[in-house]
């Protein structure tokens, strides 16, 4: 049984990005854009993005721990769970907002030197 779906969702995903693929570039002909000449605008700052929230997970996964085995130790249930979900979102959301902080100064720059 798992085998079948496993076939059938494999096929179901190629078949939708085939399809997908080709309804875009005839949308792009119906709107006069030639598909040959079309390059995906990229995103510069996206390895920065991942970068700094993996590093921040990592960070905020760190002091759960150390919380965990140190400040907390005295504590006999299992609820230091919710510590270590709670550490990885903020400091990954702080990762994502040093990234945020950091795109927004080069873009800044970069439209003060094309003004100049």
């Not at 959301?93 to 990234?99: I, P």
Request: charged fraction near 25%.
């Amino acid at each position: 049984m798992a085998g079948i779906v496993i076939s059938l969702g494999l096929f179901a995903m190629i078949f939708s990005i085939i399809y997908l693929a080709k309804r875009e570039k005839m949308a792009m002909i119906e709107r006069g854009m030639d598909p040959r000449r079309y390059k995906p605008q990229s995103a510069p700052f996206q390895n920065l993005k991942w970068g700094l929230l993996l590093v921040g997970s990592g960070v905020g996964l760190f002091f759960a721990y150390l919380l965990d085995h140190t400040a907390l130790r005295s504590v006999e249930d299992d609820s230091n769970w919710i510590i270590y979900f709670a550490l990885v979102a903020i400091f990954g959301g702080a990762g994502l907002f040093l990234s945020y902080r950091i795109e927004k100064k080069e873009t800044d720059k970069e439209d003060k030197e094309k003004l100049d």
